[in-house]
């Protein structure tokens, strides 16, 4: 094989690799966000919604194998058998895709998650540059070598699925540890007491049939006639949060005094059972103790929330929100949003908080996931590291005893 090959293959190894890592970490980091595409597949297809247990199999298996058939062939292992498995990948998603730019029934595939989103024939388009450099790793791949040796290519993969299912663990029951979203912790939703771009109050003037909004310390002069008033959001507000009590919106009177705040997110009310409908009571009764308040914002229609807040004996005010809105703002069918001072401190499932919760206010301090996913991340390459020293040391000690 000539050099010239070898280097085609280690760069077709590393862009297709990486590409492979990229989907399947993406997907590992959010696994809440595959479910929901493979809702939203079943859903304009017309097929019947599987069993949560099954989806959640099925975001964890299709992480887990993206990100392992990446891996090995970034590292050269398994030098027969990953190309081919990623040929019989590649077969299915290159027609389907081919099919999803053509008929365009999702306005985005899902491929990287919320992490990069693309249109439908741009995924088409890579799809067949993916499927020609698999074609060619096939054929060539095989005879360039890698960095593990045969006897322990099992190590890397072993690691590998255990590094993917701990992320979609996590993930599943807590939230995600990367958050692409547009509301990841740190996220001001609402600007504190302090901060200058507070509502300002605006005064509606007409004259000559034209009607202008002016702020107090900016009002005309006598020959505009005074309209009305408004109260006109704050710039650094983000809209896309609306809540709504009936008709009404109440999102500025729901997070307008956030200065402790504790949010329930209900993206599924069939799923919030009994059990933990007490312990949002006793995190709303521990809120006001401290001085703070807590809501609920529920995918609801309107007219089912009074049926909803009696089965759950709801002590604490329920809103309604969109249901998309608020899987961007969650993820799960029911989780907790601490802000302080107008800032996400930090989210988590309702159903991973111990029973002991709303009493522990060690609890309510500052969350920093990306600190945690740096521990797993390190710890995972440092066993990869490990394995392929461990290889170098076994090789030499054999060939010393060779020697000998």
């Known amino acids: ?7 085609i293959v280690w760069a077709l190894r590393i862009a297709v690799g990486a590409t492979f890592i990229f989907s399947g970490f993406v997907k590992a980091i959010d696994p809440w966000g595959l479910i929901y595409k493979i809702s939203e597949y079943m859903a304009v297809w017309g097929l019947p919604q599987m069993p949560r247990a099954v989806l959640m199999m099925q975001s964890f298996s299709l992480s887990a194998g993206e990100l392992a058939l990446g891996v090995l062939l970034l590292c050269g292992a398994m030098r027969r058998a990953v190309p081919l498995l990623m040929a019989a990948f590649m077969a299915v998603m290159l027609p389907l895709t081919a099919y999803i730019a053509i008929a365009n029934p999702v306005a985005d595939c899902g491929c990287f998650g919320d992490a990069l989103i693309i249109s439908n024939t741009a995924t088409f388009l890579k799809n067949i540059v993916l499927s020609a450099a698999v074609v060619y790793l096939v ?6 070598g890698g960095l593990y040796i045969p006897m322990i290519q099992w190590m890397p993969v072993a690691a590998t699925l255990l590094f993917s299912f701990v992320l979609s663990i996590i993930g599943y029951n807590v939230q995600p540890l990367l958050d692409f979203r547009p509301y990841p912790v740190g996220t001001e939703i609402w600007p504190n007491s302090e901060d200058e ?27 505009w006639t005074f309209i009305d008033r408004e109260s006109a959001p704050a710039q650094n507000f983000d809209a896309g949060l609306a809540l709504f009590d009936g008709d009404e919106d109440v999102t500025n009177a729901m997070l307008s005094d956030a200065a402790d705040l504790m949010i329930l997110v209900v993206n599924d009310p069939g799923y919030h059972h009994i059990a933990r ?3 949002a009571n006793r995190i709303a009764e521990v809120m006001r103790e401290r001085g703070g308040d807590m809501f609920a914002a529920v995918a609801l229609p309107d007219g089912e929330v009074e049926a909803w807040t009696e089965s759950t004996s709801a002590r604490y005010p329920v809103v309604t929100a969109d249901d998309t809105t608020l899987k961007a703002f969650v993820r799960g069918d029911a989780a907790l949003v601490y802000v302080r001072d107008g800032v996400i401190t930090w989210k988590t499932n309702l159903y991973s908080l111990p029973g002991d919760f709303p009493d522990d206010e060690s609890k309510l301090a500052d969350d920093n996931p990306s600190t945690m996913l740096l521990v797993i991340c390190g710890l995972y390459l440092a066993a990869m590291a490990g394995i392929y020293l461990m290889q170098h040391a076994w090789c030499a000690l054999r060939t010393v005893k060779v020697r000998k």
Do not use: C
């Open 277 to 279: 409908a007490s312990m």
């Open 197 to 223: 771009t507070w509502p300002e109050e605006m005064f509606i003037y007409e004259r000559d049939g034209q009607r202008q909004s002016f702020s107090a310390d900016a009002l005309p002069d006598s020959t």
């Open 1 to 7: 094989m000539t050099l010239a090959n070898k280097y």
């Open 139 to 144: 054929a060539y791949n095989h005879r360039v």
